[in-house]
């Protein structure tokens, strides 16, 4: 119940393309769905999150959308560039303490150009 | 702002062999995380650290591995002894208290366990 699955394992897309990258959630206690972008040799980093109380969240050319009833969010990336190449996490956690916090097993992303 | 640091960047050793890893948050951040990612997987979680207290440990494997906070600033975490699955990179973030759920994470340690 406290994992976090994520779908496709890898992804390849042309220059200005919109891939998309879906995740799916057991435990109806998570209460924050980060995105975090992680480039080779480096550490992840936060690129966009969102709360259950709303459905929709855009930052840049990023978006999230998320189904609370079905227990889904995904990541869509509007005109994707190679520098988007990188692999993506979703995760999830709960409480104030961003306590359990459990991340899906990584999309590779590869933008061409 | 500097962002967490951890060393060493690379660290191989045999197994049965004890290992340590540092890592230094950024200033101001109350919680601390570890984490162990094995190559082609995300990451996990394995303790979490409320200034020097414990937060969660349930995926830490405690009768090898360790965690320390002292001063509720730098942390350390020991494998003892290590195993060859403990191959992996070993991450470590932080995050300010009031918005707890951001982590920064450092660039981590690859462990290579022969």
């Known amino acids: 119940q406290q994992q976090v699955k994520q779908s496709p394992q890898s992804l390849i897309v042309q220059k200005g393309g919109i891939p998309i990258i879906n995740c799916a959630y057991e435990n109806t206690a998570f209460d924050y769905f980060p995105w975090y972008q992680q480039f080779p040799g480096k550490g992840p980093a936060l690129l966009i999150a969102?709360?259950?109380?709303?459905s929709e969240k855009k930052e840049g050319r990023f978006t999230i959308s998320f189904n609370k009833s079905a227990k889904q969010f995904s990541l869509h990336i509007m005109d994707s560039q190679p520098g988007d190449s990188a692999t993506y996490f979703c995760a999830a956690s709960l409480g104030n303490y961003g306590q359990n916090f459990v991340f899906g097993p990584g999309t590779r992303l590869s933008v061409l150009p | 702002e500097a962002g967490v640091a951890q060393s060493p960047r690379y660290k191989i050793i045999e197994k049965r062999q004890s290992v340590a890893f540092w890592c230094n948050p950024i200033?101001?951040?109350?919680?601390l995380y570890w984490y162990q990612q094995i190559l082609g997987q995300g990451p996990k979680l394995l303790i979490q650290?409320?200034?020097?207290?414990?937060?969660?440990d349930s995926q830490l494997p405690k009768d090898r591995f360790s965690a320390e906070r002292l001063k509720g600033v730098d942390s350390t975490l020991k494998i003892q002894p290590a195993k060859l699955e403990d191959s992996a990179v070993y991450l470590c973030a932080s995050s300010y208290t009031g918005t707890a759920n951001i982590q920064y994470f450092g660039a981590g340690t690859r462990l290579s366990v022969l």
């Open positions: 650290f409320q200034n020097n207290g414990v937060v969660d």
């Open positions: 969102i709360r259950p109380d709303v």
């Open positions: 200033s101001g951040h109350a919680t």
